[in-house]
Structure formats: structure tokens, C-alpha cells
């Protein structure tokens, strides 16, 4: 096979390991505990599908994947790992990349529409029940059905509210929507806005065009999005969007058949979060997207500290599996452990539960797929040592590469254009403007209206009516109080 179709992860004495490109779009998997190389893992696979011209997005969970951007610096460490894996072509060099911030903080902008998001989506990020994603999913039809589009979160919330207030109108046909249930919608969206969702939802909303870019020199540009802030602040928003970008390619890339390389490569990082607590009808989801996604020619790879982390009917959908090395401290680990050991194909020369335990920094045990796609005997491998800087760019570095980016402008300034919430509002303040109308058309009536209060007198003979009534019995009340009620009403 020709040698631009091999991507280089490592090597050890028998020679050198590489993962044919034209099954990268089968997926993989970068497992192991802290502190043991994952995120490097995760870098020199990023250059590899760059120099092979494929576009990359990778999320960035600790804030040093930035160094993509900028040539690696001479090391002893790293000229020793580039002699003991042979490495001949091995040169120091930056690869293009974009950087992207959901709050627009570190990067670019990068939004999407309520619209756009769904009510399935939505309904997880917001934890709603049963009853809640059914109002949910109410919303989103009527606005279809009117025409009203809900592009930010203050479009949702007008939406709401005005479903409240034409509750029993709308009863016949969407069923009961509780005040409480709706109340308690607003509450979340509340929360949500707490944790600063409102940057993610609106437009200029991002292309998926824009992340499968190349640069002049034919390399896949990297697309880099700094998730630091988002992760601890927002974990649920963070899968959220991971698992919407993965169903925006799915409905959006047309079937590309079989190739030698991919159209797009995924990196997903700290992968349990998408899978925490979801839905079973989110899970038969994202299944359904990672079996079938190959098809358009996109490569998905969870990154996570251990592989059960994963469900099992994603995991069996990976093939590439670099596990580094995981510690056995608890009988729970050591189960683990040999779990892990047990999804290998076995090598007869390696004993694979107890070289996970070993592993050094930079070492892991790859697995890859060969031409046919059935998986290679695990092997003990030297991790390769990335050609970019590892570790961040500096702030004034960062800023720089911000500036020259060719998205630079594209997205900074939000629009906000007509939509549920303005077209809502003109049709109350039409309603409002109805009513004035119609009172003010209104003939006032030339009788003088006749006060609440009691003159002396009326209380007097009122007073004396009831005496008397309670004096004759029921039928003389009733015919004192007729021609008593007769005088009143003559005055």
C-alpha cells in the first residue's frame, strides 16, 4: 500500500506500527488514566490525518492541544524517541489550525439554533420529564406550523409563555399544557442561561463546512475547540453539543462509499460524558450515528480514561484501540483491568493484563485494523513524539494565530433577526392596540350610574324590611320586601 495511506502512532523492536488511513473511518478508542500520555496520543494523531489532508476537530479539555499551532522545540527525550522508532522524516513544524470557543472567550464563536438543536436534544440538556419534553416538543410544532422560527433562548421562552397564555385554546389539539410543567421549562432555561448557553444559541450560527477545511499545502486544517470553561461549568452542555455535532454530520454529509483516507476526523474527549445519564433514546441515537457515520466518510474517537466508559454497542463499532496504562488499586480496578485485556486480540508473546499495569508514560498497547478490517494482535508500543510544540501557546500567541485565521470576522458579531420572540410581541401590542380600539368605540351610556353606597334612607328602610320580614314570616317578608324592592327602585 502506498505510504501517504499509513499513519505512523509508534513503534517498539519488531518495527515501526501504523494505522492504514482507509480504515480510520472505523473509529477508535485512546484509553487510560491520568497522567499517562493520552493527550499526546491525541496530538500525533491529529498531525498524521493533517499531513494525510484530513480535517480534524478535536476538543480541547485541558487547554494544551493549542501547541498544534507551533513547531516543537529540540529535546533530548524526543531525539532518543525518534531513534528508537526510526523515525527518517521526522521535522519540527507547526499544522494549521482554528481555534473555537462556545463563549467566544478563546476562539471563534460557535453557535447553533434552538431550531436547530431539537426538542430530543434540549429535552436532555434541560433534564426534563416525561410531561416537560412533551410541552417541549408542542413548542417546537406549533412554531413549524406558524412559521415562527426559535433561533435563541429568549425565542423559546416567548414561546412558553405564550402557550401559557393560550393554554385552553390549544388543549383540544396538543393536550393538556400544565402551568406547572411550563413553569418549570422556564426554570431550567434559567439555569441554563447561568451557565452562559445563551453565546452557544443564536446566529451567525457555524457551517460544518468551515471545520472541513485544507490549507494551501493540501494539509487538513485542525479545528481546535477550547472547552476549559465549558466542561466544569457545564458538563451536560459540552456532550450536548458533541452529540449534535455528530447528528449534523450525519444528516448533512452526503455517502462517500469506500476511500482511502476519510472526509473528517472527531476526537471526542472525556467521552463518558456523553453517554452519563442520557436517554436510552439518546444512546440507540448515537449508536445508530457511529455504525452508520463510516458511511460518509467521518472517523469518530472517544477519549476516556477506561474503555468502560463507552456502552457496549459503541464500543464494539471501534477499531483502532490505544490503551495506556490503567492501575490496578481496588478489586473494581483489577476487574477492569481484565475486562480491558479481554477485548484484545490476544498476542502470545505479551501477557496483556499485566503489561496494562506497566506501562510507562508515552507507552500503550495499539491495536489497529488491517486491510480486510479485523484487528491486529496488540502489540507494546513506544508512542511517536508529536512534531508541535506540547503544551499551550501563550496568550498573546493565541490572540495572534485568532487574528490571522481566515474565519476572522465570520462569526464575532451575533444577529439577531426577527423572529418567535419580535413576532410574538408585535402580536400582543396589535392585540393591545385591538382592545384599546375597540373600548374607545364604545357609546357611554347616558344614564348616570347610580352609586354603591347607601343613602340614610335606603339603609333605613332596608334595616326596617328585614325587622318586619322576620316578624310576618317567610311569605309576609316576601311581599313586604316586593313593594319595598319597588320604592328602592323608583328613586
Known amino acids: 500500500m502506498d505510504e501517504i495511506t499509513q499513519l505512523l502512532i509508534g513503534g517498539n523492536e519488531a518495527g515501526q506500527i501504523n494505522m492504514n488511513a482507509a480504515m480510520a473511518n472505523r473509529h477508535g478508542l485512546i484509553a487510560g488514566a491520568t497522567g499517562t500520555g493520552k493527550t499526546v496520543t491525541l496530538q500525533i494523531l491529529a498531525e498524521g490525518f493533517s499531513k494525510l489532508g484530513v480535517p480534524v476537530f478535536m476538543a480541547d479539555v485541558k487547554g494544551d492541544l493549542s501547541g498544534l499551532s507551533k513547531a516543537g522545540k529540540p529535546h533530548k527525550k524526543i531525539d532518543e524517541r525518534v531513534s528508537l522508532i526510526n523515525i527518517e522524516d521526522y521535522q519540527a513544524r507547526p499544522y494549521p489550525t482554528v481555534f473555537w470557543d462556545l463563549f467566544g472567550d478563546l476562539g471563534h464563536p460557535f453557535r447553533t439554533t434552538v431550531s436547530e438543536l431539537g426538542p430530543l436534544l434540549l429535552s436532555t440538556l434541560l433534564e426534563l420529564n416525561d410531561t416537560q419534553t412533551g410541552i417541549l416538543y408542542s413548542a417546537f410544532r406549533i412554531a413549524d406550523e406558524n412559521e415562527w422560527l426559535i433561533l435563541d433562548l429568549k425565542d423559546l421562552r416567548s414561546m412558553l409563555i405564550w402557550m401559557g397564555d393560550n393554554g385552553k385554546e390549544l388543549k383540544s389539539e396538543y393536550g393538556n399544557l400544565s ?4 413553569g418549570a421549562i422556564q426554570r431550567r432555561l434559567l ?6 448557553a445563551e453565546f452557544f ?5 457555524a457551517s460544518i463546512e468551515d ?7 493540501g494539509n487538513g486544517v485542525i479545528s481546535i475547540m477550547d472547552v476549559t470553561k465549558l466542561i466544569s461549568g457545564s458538563p451536560r452542555l459540552y456532550a450536548t453539543f458533541l452529540l449534535w455535532l455528530l447528528s449534523e454530520l450525519f444528516e448533512e454529509l452526503p455517502e462517500v462509499g469506500d476511500s482511502d483516507r476519510p472526509k473528517l476526523v472527531f476526537f471526542f474527549d472525556e467521552a463518558h460524558l456523553l453517554f452519563d445519564q442520557a436517554p436510552k433514546p439518546l444512546l440507540d441515537k448515537v449508536e445508530q450515528v457511529v455504525r452508520l457515520i463510516r458511511s460518509k466518510g467521518v472517523g469518530i474517537y472517544f477519549i476516556s480514561q477506561s474503555p468502560l466508559d463507552i456502552p457496549e454497542d459503541v464500543l464494539g463499532q471501534l477499531g483502532l484501540r490505544i490503551q495506556h496504562a490503567l ?3 481496588t478489586p473494581k480496578d483489577r476487574k477492569a483491568i481484565k475486562a480491558v485485556a479481554e477485548n484484545f486480540r490476544p498476542n502470545p508473546d505479551l501477557d496483556t493484563k499485566q503489561v496494562i499495569t506497566e506501562l510507562g508514560i508515552g507507552e500503550a498497547l495499539v491495536s489497529t485494523l488491517d486491510a480486510k478490517g479485523s484487528p491486529t494482535i496488540v502489540e507494546r508500543v513506544m508512542i511517536r513524539p508529536p512534531e508541535s510544540q506540547m503544551g499551550p501557546l501563550s496568550a498573546d500567541e493565541r490572540k495572534e494565530q485568532i487574528k490571522r485565521s481566515p474565519f476572522n470576522g465570520k462569526y464575532d ?4 433577526r426577527e423572529s418567535a420572540y419580535e413576532l410574538l410581541k408585535k402580536r400582543a401590542q396589535k392585540a393591545a392596540e385591538d382592545a384599546q380600539k375597540e373600548n374607545s368605540q364604545k357609546t357611554p351610556s347616558s344614564k348616570r350610574r347610580s352609586s354603591s353606597r347607601q343613602s340614610w334612607s335606603e339603609a333605613m328602610i332596608k334595616s326596617a324590611a328585614r325587622s318586619i320580614g322576620t316578624s310576618l314570616g317567610r311569605e309576609g317578608g316576601k311581599f313586604l320586601r316586593g313593594i319595598l324592592g319597588s320604592f328602592l327602585r323608583g328613586k
Open 179 to 182: 402551568s406547572a410543567s411550563i
Open 191 to 196: 439555569v441554563l442561561e447561568e451557565q452562559r
Open 201 to 205: 444559541f443564536g446566529e451567525p450560527a
Open 211 to 217: 471545520l472541513m477545511k485544507t490549507d494551501f499545502s
Open 327 to 329: 492501575r490496578a488499586f
Open 413 to 416: 458579531v451575533a444577529i439577531d
